[in-house]
Structure formats: C-alpha cells, structure tokens
C-alpha cells in the first residue's frame, strides 16, 4: 500500500475504485465528474448523500459508524469526463480541519482492499478539501492525492465547479497547501446541496438537509431526511407503517413487510417479519401479517423504539416481499411512512412511483449517525426475492 503525499499520483490496477475519507469527527464527502474544462455538465454531476449515483460514480454512506466514500466505475464514466474529485468538509457548520486530521484511503471497490492513504499536511483554517482525484491520462485512470483546501466551505467549491447553489456564494478562497513540482493546476471541491426537488421542505441552510422542521416530507428516491425538528433528535418511539393495494385485477396478493437490523460493519443482527413479531429484545416489533392488502391504511406495521435500540444497532432496512410470488408490476399505490407513535403524527412518506417485475423491494433505510440522530432514506430497490432471508445481504449493499 502506497502513503501518498500531496501531488503524487498512482495508476489504478482497477476498474473500479473507492475513495473514503476517515476522520475523528463526522465528515460530508461528495464526488464531482469534471469536463476538461474543470466544471461539471449540470448539477447532476454533483454526487453527495442527497443525490447518491451519477453515471459511474455512487455515493457510499458509512451509516455514521464507518467513513463514507465515493466509489467510482471507470468503465461507465462517460465520454468527456476527464476527472472526479473527492471532497470533504466537516458536518458541523463553520468546523474547520484544526486539529482534525482526515485520511483518504484509495481501494479496491470490489474487494475493499486498500491501494493507497492520503493525509493531507498542516491543515488549519480550511473548511473544506479536494482530497483526492481519479483522473483520466493518456487513456489510463490514476489517482492523485491533491489536499487543495478552502477557507469558506464548500459552497466557494461550488461555484468553482459550475453547480448551482441554493444561496449566493463568496468567492472561494484558497488555502495554499505545499506540493511537489509535478503537482497539476489545483483542483477545486465538492458544493452543498443544490436545491431540494419541488414537494418537501426546503434543505436546512448551511448543511443541505432536509429535517422535520417544516412539518411532513414526501420523499423521492434516494433523498434523505433527517429526524430532527427545532434542532433536537427525534428519539421517540416510531412507527414504519407500509401499504399496498391488491392487484389491478382485483386478485389478492400477500405481500410482507418486514425490517433487517444490521450492526456499524454492516452485519446481520436480526430481521423482523411475520414469523418473528419481535426482536432485539422487543426494541421492534411487527404488527402480523396481512395476507391481501384489503382495508384502508397501512397493511402492516413495525413500531421501532429509537431509544431502546442496542448500541450496536445502527442500521435498519424496510423491505417489502411478495411471498405469493406476484411480481411488483401487478401492485398498486405501495408505500411506507414513518409515524410519531406518540402524537400519529406522518413524519416521512414515501410513495413507490415505480415498479419493476420482481418480487421483494428495499423500500427505506434508516441511519444513525456520530451525533445520534437519525436519517431515512426512500430506495425504491428491487431485488429478485420472495422472503426476507433473500434480502439481507442486498440491503447490506444499501447501508
């Protein structure tokens, strides 16, 4: 494994590569696909936790209990993307990288195994960083350890980029870090979120998340919301309430819903359905299994005890099965929403707008972060699979 220093560069043995930025605080990391020019074609080429995958290139979220990454493909990059550059900038608004000390680790994305570390040197006043950047030579990829840093946060990178913020920006300013000779021109960083789609509530300033504040979120795929409202976690009890509707024929159709609980390393700890109404010593539980999705409401419950979830419990997948093996294609209006079970009150809904002929979905996921709150996720995922055992190691993919 190869200790990189600002400027250097390495070829990459692989197609596909994973760079994650590790730090002892909680980090944003984003990834940006640049022309040669050095901008990005439209602000979809802006790939962060709000706006997960781009043609070849993902967002990976650690789930707060390991380093988020931005996993790139080279093969399904597309023609005249010349560069992707990976950014970090502390969560917290207005934390610089004082006495914070992040390193990049270049790896193999299908085996995990590390190509190469960067440590970025005498980072100080710098709020955000171009860490490191997988570039396009001469028909080969490689990978450069840049640590180009900024005094004013990602949103000066932003404009450097092209990407359209939601709020005017100041004009970047740059933090010099030392490199050797060899280093390329410097490189320019990730942005915060670009503005939230029409229907929910608008980011929060300066972080680019949606919260509760402003009442119910109707979701799309792949955003994300986070459970707090007036600035606290939302630690009470929950429930995940999921519906359907019988085929457009009029036949009965037996879906099941159910949750899998997975630990900070993405392993298994336990998955509740109809054939196991409790688990994690009752910190959730299912409501039974409806085998039509006649009635009005939610067909099948799971209440979830935030507070009483074990420590190591940081990760939940919402999946949906069609045990009686009808595909997706022949069900109508599936949801899910997250439910105050204090007050009933709709926190999160997220509507299933399409459908794919397979028979288990990944519907929702929820994350708990460094600070202890935590965030769902509408996917939207099929997968081939009657039951939950089948679903367990796709939704460990989507953690």
């Known amino acids: 494994m190869t200790a990189m220093t600002p400027g250097s560069n390495i070829p990459l043995p692989t197609t596909h590569v994973a760079v994650d930025v590790a730090a002892p605080v909680r980090l944003d990391v984003s990834g940006l696909l640049l022309t040669a020019d050095g901008k990005v074609r439209s602000d979809d080429d802006f790939i962060f936790y709000n706006q997960p995958a781009g043609p070849g290139v993902t967002y990976r979220s650690g789930g707060g209990s390991a380093p988020d990454a931005i996993v790139v493909d080279t093969t399904a990059v597309p023609p005249g993307i010349e560069k992707i550059v990976v950014t970090a900038s502390p969560d917290a608004d207005g934390q610089s990288f004082q006495g914070i000390e992040p390193t990049a680790t270049i790896r193999d994305a299908a085996t995990g195994g590390a190509l190469a570390t960067f440590t970025p040197p005498r ?159 009752g910190a959730i539980k299912h409501s039974g299994d409806n085998l039509t999705g006649e009635g009005a409401g939610d067909d099948e419950v799971i209440v979830v005890d935030l507070g009483r979830l074990p420590a190591d419990a940081t990760g939940l997948v919402f999946t949906v099965n069609s045990f009686s093996g009808q595909k997706f294609t022949e069900v109508a209006k599936a949801y899910c929403r997250l439910i105050d079970a204090a007050t009933g009150e709709e926190l999160v809904r997220f509507d299933l707008t399409t459908a794919e002929p397979q028979t288990g979905v990944m519907m929702a996921k929820l994350i708990k972060q460094f600070s202890g709150e935590w965030e769902m996720t509408g996917l939207g995922e099929f997968v081939k699979s009657r039951t939950v055992r089948g679903m367990v190691k796709p939704a460990a993919k989507v953690l």
């Not at 942005?191 to 979120?217: E, Q």
Request: glycine residues 12%; contains cysteine; positive net charge.
């Open 123 to 281: 980072l100080g006043s710098e709020t955000a960083l171009v860490i490191v950047e997988i570039y396009l030579r001469n028909g080969a990829w490689k990978a450069r350890a840049v640590g180009q840093g900024y005094a004013n946060g990602l949103a000066g990178i932003a404009t450097d980029f092209g990407v359209s913020v939601e709020e005017p920006a100041p004009a970047p300013v740059a933090v010099p870090v030392p490199a050797p000779a060899q280093t390329a021109p410097p490189a320019q960083a990730a942005p915060p979120a670009p503005a939230a789609p029409p229907g929910p509530p608008a980011a929060t300033p300066g972080s680019g998340k949606i919260n509760l504040d402003k009442g119910r979120v109707s979701l799309q795929k792949n955003q994300t919301v986070s459970l707090v409202k007036g600035g606290r976690p939302l630690l009470s009890q929950v429930k995940m309430g999921l519906g359907w509707e019988p085929a457009y024929r009029g036949k009965d159709i037996d879906l099941d819903a159910s949750v899998i609980a997975y630990g900070p390393n993405r392993n298994h700890l336990d998955s509740c359905y109809f054939g196991k109404l409790s688990i994690l010593n």
